[in-house]
């Protein structure tokens, strides 16, 4: 490698057309990063082939063999256990600091254990988080927790919503964006106790956010807030309602055109159209869900995405590390305490 | 009222626009519905002014005065101890045997706190719960809790869907409806301990529903169950994630063509086609949230909805009244004893 500082580390091995999915997609990505470098771990029986195939990333690339993998029915339990599989060694590369951040389009559950394990959670952070950025009708937000604590308590929700502010900063470019918690109703009483009690934390801790309460989730659409907070199974929920309703209404309107003599005659015209809707909610443009909270930087990538998809989660990483987005984070954490505060909150509550 | 049976108890001043969507509802009701009745409660200053323009309605109705009423900002608590709403006595006359069921635009948490007080729970379930009719790719299903209780354990989830197995043989008439719990994954060890003990106890309990284990939010769409099952926060989340994003693509695409040159030339051909997919996931045409597990159906139309949205309300309650759905809930949750197996089952999974 070169003494350039900007390199991301590739599990080339996870995802279901690995690798070649992933060699295509950091062939876009280093198009578009003529600056980056990468660190490839994975079968060079496998990789090589196809790396050949694309001389220019080649120069940019390094490749670290390993047969080893971590496969998607792999419980976390026993894969930390594993240190030779291609999804270990390239998390392993950001510890060594050979790398600034991992992405892997590999198992979920297994990136977020090895990663929490070999990058640990940064200090004061109780839980790290997966954050995704979304569509709204006129722009985007970034929402977290998106699956990786099932239970959360108020002090977790309070720090996502810290570390969702500075990834929106970054991310999406905000001077001060605005932070708000997922919940079923606008007003204070509704709503799970851990969720009111972040609120009253958020409220009056030093994280100084521009906080707007509680959102509902049929108004994150209207661009009432640019950060949605919530525990990581409510997340997971409302991510997965939204993907799935946005597939149902374009299938729905194609299975219509299908079916329709005179909509066909008026295809033509509209099809502009109806593409730039699909790919404003075109799930690959937002691949590259970001587990925040760790001293280093994993990215997840869909594993069903394609090229297009991976080198978006490749770009996330890039521009994060750019920004020195980790470092951000430790330092604005240590502004506030959470621990005190919260102790009063629960004095406060009951 | 006559002797027929049929009498479904209205609560007029609920609602944003009421009286006057509650009794063009109605009148759009009757017409579909030409052996029921209606015994209407509300201000009589207001109500007949209206209910004058629709000769054929005023013969089936017949209007109680009261000049005090619910609004949408007060308490749950608050709104008990007034037996004099218009709420509250539409409720009532449930009790008294007066009506079979009882609909109202106002208030959820005030509509559900008057229920559960004045109708009680079935005996052996331990809490209600509200359901809705949702739309997928090809068909209807039904899902609950949408939100009368913010935390559940397993034998809730559990009695849910015995509930909700009913409501799909009888709403949807289907034989045998498919059974799944809303869950982050499909894996068995996926998702939160509740919901895990629920599905142990649907497998080992004489529920005898065709369960078929766990579905995430982004699969529903595609037909894979008939009733889905959650805890209240969660259904809730789902629910407007779902309402929210089928606008937002609705809202994209006509504000794309409304930009585009080429799409308004090729309108008049597509316009069929959007407004078919638009009237497919027509919120009004899925109004009226029925909650389950009283003794009476109390049936909750939105606050918003227009008069056909309040008819669908209206049409939901009389359909449930014809199939005697409340004795069915009664009769087969005597042959379950989900008090007795959730104790075998903690001993199971602890």
């Known amino acids: ?26 062939a876009i990505a280093a ?36 047969t080893e993998m971590v496969h998607n029915e792999d419980k976390p339990s026993s894969v930390i256990r594993n240190r030779n599989t291609s999804m270990y060694m390239a998390i392993d590369a950001v510890r060594k600091g050979e790398a600034q951040a991992i992405v892997s389009a590999g198992n979920t559950g297994a990136l977020m254990a090895i990663s929490k394990l070999v990058l640990k959670t940064i200090q004061k952070i109780h839980r790290p988080a997966i954050v995704s950025i979304m569509p709204h009708q006129n722009g985007k937000y970034v929402m977290l927790d998106l699956g990786a604590n099932t239970e959360c308590n108020a002090i977790n929700l309070a720090e996502f919503a810290l570390m969702g502010d500075i990834l929106a900063r970054h991310a999406l470019g905000l001077k001060k964006p605005r932070v708000a918690l997922l919940n079923i109703g606008a007003e204070e009483m509704k709503g799970k106790e851990e969720i009111k009690q972040a609120a009253h934390m958020i409220k009056n801790s030093h994280m100084n956010l521009d906080f707007r309460g509680y959102v509902e989730p049929h108004e994150i659409p209207n661009n009432v807030a640019d950060v949605i907070v919530a525990d990581g199974f409510t997340g997971n929920i409302a991510l997965k309602s939204i993907e799935g309703t946005a597939r149902l209404v374009i299938r729905l309107l194609k299975n219509a055109v299908k079916k329709s003599f005179m909509a066909k005659l008026g295809l033509p015209f509209m099809l502009g159209v109806m593409l730039r809707v699909k790919k404003t909610m075109d799930p690959r443009l937002y691949n590259g869900a970001m587990f925040v909270g760790l001293n280093g930087l994993s990215v997840k990538s869909h594993g069903g995405t394609d090229a297009l998809g991976f080198s978006v989660a490749v770009n996330n990483a890039l521009m994060l590390v750019r920004q020195n987005f980790v470092a951000t984070i430790r330092e604005e954490i240590e502004k506030v305490d959470l621990d005190e505060l919260s102790q009063e909150v629960f004095y406060d509550v009951y």
Chains 1, 2 share one sequence.
């Not at 003494?3 to 295509?24: C, F, H, K, Q, W």
């Not at 990063?33 to 490839?40: I, Q, S």
């Open 1 to 26: 490698m070169s003494t350039n500082n900007l390199v991301i580390s590739i599990d080339a091995m996870g995802g279901d057309n690995s690798p070649r999915i992933v060699i295509e997609g950091l």
């Open 31 to 66: 198009k578009k990063n003529p600056d980056a470098k990468f660190l490839l771990f994975g079968d060079e029986n496998k990789v090589m082939p196809i790396l050949n195939q694309y001389p220019a990333l080649l120069k940019v690339c390094e490749l670290r063999h390993t």
